[in-house]
């Protein structure tokens, strides 16, 4: 089955990018998601990409796809206080369900 | 549009003592999903449910843990007894689709087992 990792933290500057870096077995998951929790709350879908996209813009959101390397990222532009949360990389494939990294935490210091 | 609702948002119980926790998910949304978040991890999935009938169980504790869910809408899930590792955040969400992949999430239901 799917295996996600994820860096478990990260710390950048308001104004800076941030990105976020996550790794995948499965090969042949269709779709790649974002998903993003703030505390206390569950998590929101961020953004996603079907595995036969290189690169998606949203915004400030840009997703990156290596299907070579099975590596995704998210680069968030002008990070904001606001954008201070968990950010969680999932998988899925077919009718399977999401399987979720840890998640990674991202701090923003103003 | 409502969310998908979870109730109640906080459980204190003692072990061995049992404990509910209630899901209402979007309206019209047929598949439902449970999933446990522990401290510091992403969520695991407990049960998946396509209207009425559980059709992804396999990593529900069936020693200790049930869920149902009757008319295909609402969903109940059960722990009894409950054991001090049980305490987590028990994250409902549902889907319109099956393909699993954009999932709308409730607020979750946490638990603490003295």
């Avoid at chain 1, 499965?26 to 990409?49: H, N, R, V």
């Avoid at chain 1, 959101?61 to 606001?82: C, E, P, Y």
């Avoid at chain 2, 149902?68 to 609402?74: H, I, M, N, T």
Wanted: glycine share 8%; charged share 20%; hydrophobic share 35%.
């Amino acid at each position: 089955g799917e295996d996600v990792e994820q860096s478990l933290f990260l710390s950048v500057r308001e104004g800076d990018s941030s990105v976020i870096n996550c790794t995948y077995t499965d090969s042949s998951s269709t779709y790649l998601y974002w998903y993003k929790q703030e505390p206390g709350a569950g998590l929101q879908l961020l953004t996603y990409i079907f595995s036969n996209m290189d690169m998606k813009q949203d915004q400030r959101l840009t997703v990156l796809l290596n299907k070579k390397d099975k590596h995704l990222s998210l680069r968030i532009a002008d990070t904001q206080t606001g954008d201070s949360a968990i950010y969680f990389c999932a998988g899925a494939s077919g009718n399977t369900p999401l399987v979720f990294g840890k998640g990674t935490r991202l701090s923003v210091i103003a | 549009e409502a969310g998908v609702v979870q109730s109640p948002r906080y459980k204190i119980i003692e072990k061995k003592q049992p404990v509910a926790f209630w899901c209402n998910p979007i309206s019209g949304h047929n598949t439902l999903y449970w999933y446990l978040q522990n401290l510091g991890q992403g969520p695991e999935l407990l049960i998946r449910y396509e209207n009425e009938e559980a059709v992804d169980d396999s990593q529900l504790p069936k020693d200790r843990f049930s869920a149902e869910r009757l008319k295909g809408v609402d969903s109940t899930l059960k722990i009894q007894p409950a054991e001090l590792g049980d305490s987590a955040v028990y994250l409902c969400a549902s889907s319109p689709g099956t393909d699993g992949g954009e999932l709308f999430f409730g607020e979750g239901s946490r638990l603490t087992v003295l």
